[in-house]
């Protein structure tokens, strides 16, 4: 109960903060270390979704930040609480996400002594995230929770962590709210778009690479009619590909894992690459051979919003310190030269993409994934958000799912497994009227598979599409290149998924062929519940290309045995 003499506990002036900077959604794991806080929320209209373990919270957290580019926020409890979350903060961090995670502390007059659950935030989230302060006096909660939002989502955006020791939350204080938080945005100069003007008309065959975060829908549209106009041909990096329509006719295709020859091919021939929000990091660099370090010999532009990024890895010829929102507003600006010399490669390299991800190969087993994967994307909404992890089972999604719209992909750009589920608890819960699909391989689900029931409690019908080929295939396929015939950990015994499903409270399908997936699917929207199709995939369709067995002569093959 609220006092009505101006003062306010600790944790009332917390959650007011978390009002007044927009919060909406909060996911904790409850700790007894911030019971103050969480009772403050009890009179406030902040939903909060309590998770089953912390590293779920903090994706859920996470994904929020990477779909409205305004900070996600989670609450764990001290030491075992905040560690479980790190996994969430290393994504936040790789996939330059908004977010910020408060944590109970110990008391602060047990602090040093290894107080129970005890941890030196500083030194363990220290190089994880952007700044991971400790609020010791209530009255400044208002000036550093303020700052968290502007740091988290500031420059290139990250996770920040702020401890809450247990007895500065009980804390009474006089103090006023912050000022509502708006993001900066980084606007590129004009002497940088008149020399981005200057570099495009003396350009014979170049090429836009999009990433990063910083992105909006408006931001999409405006880079996409910035292609029309210019007819330039445009890629994503790595699971970014929701950032441009697959279908306009400048998309060039992905750049992510074993992309299509032909596109790397056509930026290995561009003399001119505009790189725009992202870090071209070890992923769509091709693990760094796509292009000379740190001179790379085309003209490199590199547009990013974070100034210690231009310049770290690759040294651009144009280096424009701007956030992509920004940039894809000043490109209206930019007028195209009278004649376009590479007009008609523009098609070409469309007309690759697409003959590229039309048809999937014949595959061993029943269940042809990629079939399942043309069939959500022939049968799915534009509007339809995809979450993923990582594992083999993605590779079918990239090369054959054809993203429309902005922040319909949600997936670990730093291939973080037990990403799907949470994200789409997050989704589903942002997005009510919109279809929300996570697609899972079967080590990939059970790293967070545990927020099924959270899925269940909040009432959050999703459908988890799940490939389980019974192994980490991935790290299998890499067993077989590098040391063939010998398999060492990566063999599962699964459960029966339908079952799972079924007994936390949803909705399970099997299915053993790829002409039964329509209906499963169907049923598992039907239901109205979250929903698990557990599609039984053969372990030796290993890649969108290439078996197992395939693999492994190869291997054997190179090495003359
Ligand atoms: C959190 C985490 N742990 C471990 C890995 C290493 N890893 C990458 S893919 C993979 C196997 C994925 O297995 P599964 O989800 O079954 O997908 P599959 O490759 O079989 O399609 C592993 C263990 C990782 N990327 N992330
Ligand atoms: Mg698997």
């Known amino acids: ?121 500083r030194a363990v989230f220290g190089s994880l995230t952007k700044w991971a302060p400790e609020i010791d006096d209530a009255a400044r909660i208002p000036e550093i929770v303020s700052r968290a939002f502007y740091t988290a989502a500031n420059g290139r955006p990250g996770p920040v962590v702020i401890a809450l020791p247990e007895d500065m939350l ?18 590129p100069g004009a002497t940088d778009m008149m020399r981005l003007q200057k570099l495009l008309w003396a350009a014979e065959r170049p090429i836009m690479l999009i990433g990063g975060s910083r992105w909006s829908e408006i931001a999409c549209t405006t880079v996409m009619r910035f292609a029309e106009r210019f007819a330039l041909p445009v890629a994503t990096t790595f699971r970014r590909g929701h ?32 790189v725009v929000g992202g870090r071209l990091g070890e992923m769509p660099s091709q693990s760094y051979t796509l292009f000379d370090i740190p001179g790379p010999r ?54 690759d993409y697409l003959a590229w991800t039309e048809t999937p190969k014949e595959m061993p087993g029943g269940v042809n994934f990629g079939e399942v994967i043309v069939w959500l994307r022939e049968h799915l909404a534009p509007d339809a958000i995809i979450c993923s992890g990582a594992g083999n089972f993605s590779a079918w999604i990239h090369r054959y799912y054809r993203f429309r719209r902005f922040a ?10 037990g990403y799907g589920v949470p994200a789409a608890v997050a989704m589903k819960r942002l997005n ?27 009432d959050l019908p999703f459908v988890v599409v799940l490939a389980d080929n019974g192994q980490y295939g991935t790290i299998r396929m890499h067993q077989e290149r590098e040391y063939p015939g010998r ?51 053969d372990p030796e369709a290993s890649t969108p290309t290439m078996s197992l067995t395939a693999i492994r002569e190869k291997a054997l093959a190179g090495r003359g045995e």
């Open 170 to 187: 009980t804390d009474r204080v006089i103090v006023a709210d912050a000022p509502p938080f708006e993001p900066v945005e980084i606007w």
């Open 243 to 274: 950032l441009f329509d697959a279908l306009h006719p400048c998309y060039a295709g992905d750049l992510g894992i074993g992309p299509n020859p032909k596109l790397i091919a056509r930026i290995k021939a561009a003399d001119l690459v505009i």
């Open 408 to 417: 319909t992909h949600m997936g670990p750009t730093s291939g973080s497994m």
């Open 298 to 351: 085309p003209t490199f532009v590199h547009v990013h919003p974070s100034a210690e990024e231009l310049g770290r890895v690759y040294r651009p010829h144009l280096a424009i310190n701007a956030a992509p929102t920004a940039f894809a507003a000043a490109l209206e600006g930019l007028e195209p030269p009278s004649t376009i010399p590479w007009r008609d490669g523009t098609p070409a390299a469309h007309a």
């Open 1 to 121: 109960m609220r006092a009505n003499d101006g003062s306010r506990t600790g944790g009332e002036v917390l959650v007011d903060q978390l009002v007044a900077h927009g919060v909406r959604h909060v996911f904790c794991v409850p700790g007894e270390s911030y019971l103050a806080a969480l009772d403050a929320f009890h009179d406030r209209d902040i939903a909060m979704i309590a998770c089953r373990q912390e590293g779920g919270a903090a994706i859920m957290a996470e994904a929020v930040g990477k779909s409205t580019g305004r900070p996600g926020v989670c609450f764990t409890t001290r030491g075992p609480g905040a560690t479980n979350a790190a996994h969430g903060i290393h994504i936040a961090r790789q996939d330059s996400s908004p977010l910020v995670m408060f944590v109970g502390q110990v008391a602060r007059e047990a602090r040093e002594r290894e107080a129970f659950q005890e941890i030196d935030f």
């Open 487 to 537: 398999v060492v950990a990566t063999d599962l015994k699964n459960p029966d998924f339908a079952a799972y499903a079924r007994a936390f409270g949803g909705f399970g399908v099997t299915v053993e062929k790829t002409s039964d997936f329509a209906a499963a699917y169907a049923a598992a929207v039907r239901s109205g519940k979250p929903a698990i199709v557990h599609l039984k995939v």
């Open 432 to 458: 009510p009227d919109r279809t929300v699909v996570c697609i899972s391989g079967d080590g990939d689900f059970l790293m967070n598979g545990q927020e099924f029931a959270t899925a269940v409690q909040h």
